[in-house]
């Protein structure tokens, strides 16, 4: 059994992004502990760039705000998940500004071993997930990680929109398919 | 000309805005242009709650009450806009993807099919003429696949702007770097000329621009000691 975190970025509540990491959740829970950390329910300043965590006690970054309670949230997860709507062929703002906060010596003490990928677009554009998966692989061979799949669902604007389709059965595949 | 520069550096001292300040001064060379330089770090900009709400009003303003109204309406009034800061996790530091986020109130919901195939929203500014360059630092020693997701990103974002991705910027803080890191800044301001001349660079400056300024391993020598 791993511990796994799904970084849910979007703010909207019951939307489409969220769905989907239900239903990875739903999938991945069978045999291991989810936990679903959305964006939209922690306050998280950007990154300074002032690399202060470089030499403070514990790695500690200055500003004391709710990434406190995702660093430990992360120290603890073999398995992580991002999930995000595509906003200008990226994740989320809110999303990036946990991801940016994570360039501190701390994640040299995580143990995470794998990474998956949930994204949704409104748009149908063919290209509209190449810059976020090109992104995605360089991180996986940065950090040695394990991809464990992605899955893309496009044309998906309204809450709701991802109940058409075969996103939710992917996502929750992409969980109970887990080893 | 108009030139709007997003500085999305968070730092004060930033050393992309190095570059971006000499590509300016290279640009002003050819003309007197009306600059406003944006120091993102100094907006409140909150992120995109995804509502849509700026297509029902379709004022080309955002619902959200903060300083990025303002920034769109020197966006839409700009000739030229310079987007200029550091690599942060293979994209955008996420302050001024917040304000990429955000300029979705100038366009529609309803889309267009362009003869080429390619589709996008129907834009309430005339994007045609507006010209996008791209300046972005970065502090790995050499830049394979390090900057691929962020130029497919601004590609399609921007339709083809000028890109000029830099690596090993932290050498432009570091005085004993002057020697190779002065010559980087003389070449920026003369791409700022032919930028001002001609608004496009030709692949040769590009790739002047992007040349390391010294070898990987003595890079790595550098910030190790």
Known sequence: MSKIIVLVGSVRKGGNTEALARAFANGAGQRHDVELVSVADYHIHPCLGCNRCYTSEGHRCFRQDDMVTIYGKLMEAEIVVVASPVYFYGISAQLKTLVDRLHTPMRNDFRIRKLGLILVGAATLPDLFDPILLQYRMILRFFRLEDIGTVLVNGAKEKGDVLQGDGLKRAFEMGSTLA | ?225
């Open chain 2, 1 to 225: 000309m108009k030139i709007l520069v997003l500085n999305g550096s968070p730092k004060v001292k930033s050393d992309t805005f190095r570059l971006t300040d000499a590509f300016l001064k290279g640009m002003n060379r050819s003309a007197e242009h009306e600059v406003h330089i944006l120091h993102v770090r100094e907006k409140k900009i909150a992120p995109c709650r995804g509502c849509f709400g700026c297509w029902a009003r379709g004022d080309g303003h955002c619902v959200i009450k903060d300083d990025q109204n303002a920034i769109l309406d020197l966006y839409r009034d700009a000739d030229v806009i310079i987007w200029s800061f550091p690599l942060y996790c293979y994209g955008m530091p996420s302050h001024l993807k917040a304000v990429l986020d955000r300029t979705i109130p100038l366009v529609k919901m309803k889309m267009v099919q362009e003869a080429d195939g390619t589709v996008r929203h129907e834009a309430l500014v005339d994007f045609s003429r507006i010209h996008t360059v791209i300046i972005c630092g970065c502090g790995f020693p050499h830049w394979e696949g390090n900057f691929d997701g962020l130029k497919q990103m601004c590609k399609t974002c921007f339709g083809n702007p000028e890109m000029v991705c830099v690596p090993e910027t932290p050498l432009l803080n570091v005085p004993e770097a002057a020697v190779v890191a002065d010559p980087l800044l003389a070449r920026f301001e003369k791409a700022g000329e032919e930028y001002g001349a001609a608004l496009s660079l030709s692949d040769k400056t590009i790739a002047e621009l992007e040349k390391p300024m010294i070898s990987a391993e003595e890079y790595i020598r550098q910030v190790n000691s």
